[in-house]
């Protein structure tokens, strides 16, 4: 696993990110941040967690927690006890059982997209992603700089991670679903959820976050926002 400050400006309060496959910090350098230091978690090939997630809370007053797509399977394997020192706990448009016919991705895509997976079709599932062509350009104007080979073995190592540690805890006390997500569908987000947490229902695809401009902004809009299911 690596991680990035996106900013750091010895703020009282953190926003830790775990990010989404395939991606690294680029998607989101249009998000700026006013009251918040922002580190990101990606790339997940092994999940040693730094230490400097650690002292995250011991060096902010208050620690939020957003997690995106697979990054919320990841952090939730990992931050087991950490659970309620956060000042939040949000996961965007994923699971706890991403791989998983009711409640994540089918395992029959989840493969194919392995086996189909180059170039090409990783363009193609990136504008599945965001939805549409109009999201799709905001998206690849700031494209993750990976190598492919690298999103390849990150997508087999996350395939063996989710088959081999079935979780039955959650971190979690919120959620975003995205009406429009064509990656993991937002019924099977609803019914992975199981109303267990508070719901927050959204006209959004997968990729979303170019409907904010600012970190302030998610914090503002998902901590404040009340269920609609």
Same mark, same amino acid.
């Given at each position: 696993?690596?991680?990035?400050?996106? !900013?750091?400006?010895?703020?009282?309060k953190?926003?830790?990110?775990?990010?989404?496959?395939?991606? /690294?910090?680029?998607?989101?350098?249009?998000?700026?941040?006013?009251?918040?230091?922002?580190?990101?978690?990606? /790339?997940?090939?092994?999940?040693?967690?730094?230490?400097?997630?650690?002292?995250?809370?011991?060096?902010?007053?208050? *620690? &939020?927690? +957003?997690?995106?797509?697979?990054?919320? &399977? *990841?952090?939730?394997?990992?931050?087991?006890?950490?659970?309620?020192?956060f000042? /939040?706990?949000?996961?965007?448009?994923?699971?706890?059982?991403?791989?998983?016919?009711?409640?994540?991705?089918?395992?029959?895509?989840?493969?194919?997209?392995? /086996?189909?997976?180059?170039?090409?079709?990783?363009?193609?599932?990136?504008?599945?992603?965001?939805?549409?062509?109009?999201?799709?350009?905001?998206?690849?104007?700031?494209?993750?700089k990976?190598?492919?080979?690298?999103?390849?073995?990150?997508?087999k190592?996350?395939?063996?991670?989710?088959?081999? !540690?079935?979780?039955?805890?959650?971190? &979690?006390?919120?959620?975003?679903?995205?009406?429009?997500?064509?990656?993991?569908?937002?019924?099977?987000?609803?019914?992975?959820?199981?109303?267990? +947490?508070?719901?927050?229902?959204?006209? &959004?695809?997968?990729?979303?976050?170019d409907?904010?401009?600012?970190?302030?902004?998610?914090?503002?809009?998902?901590?404040?926002?009340?269920?609609?299911?």
């Amino acid at each position: 696993m690596k991680t990035k400050w996106l !900013h750091k400006a010895s703020k009282k309060k953190c926003i830790l990110f775990f990010n989404g496959w395939s991606c /690294d910090e680029k998607p989101l350098q249009h998000l700026t941040s006013e009251e918040y230091d922002v580190l990101s978690c990606y /790339d997940y090939k092994n999940i040693l967690l730094p230490k400097e997630v650690d002292r995250l809370f011991e060096n902010y007053e208050k *620690v &939020y927690l +957003i997690t995106w797509s697979l990054g919320v &399977y *990841v952090a939730n394997l990992l931050l087991k006890s950490s659970k309620g020192l956060f000042a /939040d706990a949000i996961a965007i448009n994923g699971t706890l059982h991403p791989i998983d016919n009711l409640k994540g991705i089918p395992p029959a895509v989840f493969q194919g997209t392995i /086996d189909g997976l180059n170039s090409k079709s990783l363009e193609k599932f990136w504008m599945r992603m965001c939805g549409g062509k109009s999201a799709f350009t905001h998206f690849n104007s700031n494209a993750p700089k990976r190598e492919f080979d690298d999103q390849l073995l990150e997508l087999k190592e996350l395939q063996k991670l989710i088959q081999n !540690h079935f979780v039955d805890w959650n971190i &979690y006390n919120k959620a975003l679903i995205g009406k429009q997500d064509l990656i993991f569908s937002a019924d099977n987000q609803k019914l992975a959820w199981e109303e267990s +947490i508070d719901i927050l229902d959204r006209e &959004y695809p997968h990729y979303c976050f170019d409907k904010w401009n600012s970190w302030d902004e998610i914090i503002e809009d998902l901590s404040c926002g009340k269920s609609e299911y």
